[in-house]
């Protein structure tokens, strides 16, 4: 599972040019579901995403979370995070998860993080969106479940 994490003084999302979800200062998060992931994989990443320290604090060290400040959180899904564009000129999405469980654990994902306290809104699984945002600092990290449970979905 993959989360790209955008620090946002506000993000939005539309579905066909309809407000589907927004956030205040905080997280813009893309979620990729890979075909290796399972719930445990969504609590780690969850964990993750809610306790990063990229805030920063009175000294303007990033040492703070976004539980720390209080802050919003708008989550998407996007497949597109698993692209493997080791071969020819299209990536493929082979390693992507299967849209119904993919689903489950995006929401179940986004129901970790709401568990947490964090006023959490979502885009709409599966279909096109716009995204509106404005990234502060800017601040943008990729987190990788691959990188802490030693599964690798780029290998098949």
Known sequence: MRALIQRVDYAKVFVEGVLEGSAGAGFLVLL?????DDETSAELLAEKVVHIRIFEDDTGKMNRSILDVSGDMLIISQFTLLADTGRGRR????VACEPVRAERLYRYFVDVVRGRGIETSTGSFGKMMKVELVNNGPVTILLDTDNYTGKNHDRH
Do not use: I, K, L, Y
Not at 32 to 36: H, I, L, M
């Open 91 to 94: 990536p493929s999405f082979n």
């Open 32 to 36: 990729g579901v890979a075909d290796t």
